[in-house]
């Protein structure tokens, strides 16, 4: 079984201002025990990500914020490859 989604919202809240905010989500239920034959193949896993995106343009230049957040989980090995993040970042764009 896998089952996957993107969703995505923008909003201009005025001139000059934008929003944006994007998750994706995804789900696999694969596992196949190949174990007694020596090969445990297989996928059990779920991730998710979502992203926030501000961004402001001011005369020639433009200002964007960025926040995301992602999680990995897997239900093999004892969730020994989990893992979550966050990041964020600065834009300046500027013509030359």
Known sequence: DYLSALTSLEYTLRSGVHLSL???????ENFNNFS????PLGIADHYQNLLFDVSWKLQSVTLS????FGLFKT????HLDDYNYHY???QVH???
Not at 22 to 28: G, I, K, N, P, R
């Open 65 to 68: 914020s960025s926040y995301g």
């Open 88 to 90: 964020a970042m600065v």
């Open 94 to 96: 500027s013509p030359l």
């Open 36 to 39: 007694s034959s020596g090969l």
């Open 22 to 28: 994007q998750h994706d989500f995804s789900w696999a």
């Open 75 to 78: 239900k093999g090995r004892g």
